[in-house]
């Protein structure tokens, strides 16, 4: 069974959210903010961010933030769907 926050990721990328805005929406929903996440994952917020917005990021940030989520790091940072066509 899914959690609220993996439910939420699936059901946004369905809509065709990028998945940089999606992952950038879980601050909301779970209410951890970036430097909150820096600090506990111990890297800087521009670490955060550019992984959050795809620009970079490692496989252990990414599989850390992921796990801070609580949604699987496969779902999360999967590489970007195609927009729907028009």
Known sequence: MQN???TAVSMLATLGYPLPSIRKALHKLTGITQPELASRLGV???????????TRGSAE???AIADMFEVPVDVL????????EA
């Open 4 to 6: 609220r926050n993996t």
């Open 44 to 54: 800087s917020r521009p670490t955060v961010t550019a992984t959050i917005d795809g």
């Open 61 to 63: 940030v990414k599989s």
């Open 77 to 84: 940072f999967k590489p970007d769907h195609a927009s729907p």
